[in-house]
């Protein structure tokens, strides 16, 4: 497995943006599709993004569209998540993780980081 840690979380005023980062150890990086999800209180851990080998294809939640962006550097290891526009209801703990295919669903993936805090304040 690869061991993945999160980065870039703070506390941000709606409209605002941050961009998170997921630095990768332990396995070749490139050989993972990456994914960020997010569990705000209460709910539900739901999918965000997803990135395949190379950075050809991208998925994203119809809730983010036109306002985040997944990205990876493989000579940094590191995946990214730009986070623009952000809203009252993107609050949540949000975690990368790496899975062999690309997917949606988080049982897809096998590695997963600690999470970093984002909260969006009016």
């Known amino acids: 497995q690869v061991q993945l840690v999160e980065s870039g979380g703070g506390l941000v005023q709606a409209g605002g943006s941050l961009r998170l980062s997921c630095a990768a150890s332990g396995r070749t990086f490139s050989v993972y599709r990456m994914g960020w999800f997010r569990q705000a209180p209460g709910k539900e851990r739901e999918f965000v993004a997803a990135?395949?080998?190379?950075?050809?294809?991208?998925d994203y939640a119809d809730s983010v569209k036109g306002r985040f962006a997944i990205s990876r550097d493989d000579a940094k290891n590191t995946a990214y998540l730009q986070m623009n526009n952000l809203k009252l209801e993107d609050t949540a703990v949000y975690y990368c993780?790496?899975?062999?295919?690309?997917?949606?669903?988080?049982?897809?993936?096998?590695?997963w980081g600690q999470g970093t805090q984002v909260t969006v304040s009016s």
């Open positions: 990135i395949s080998l190379s950075g050809g294809t991208t």
């Open positions: 993780a790496a899975a062999r295919r690309l997917a949606t669903l988080a049982l897809t993936y096998d590695s």
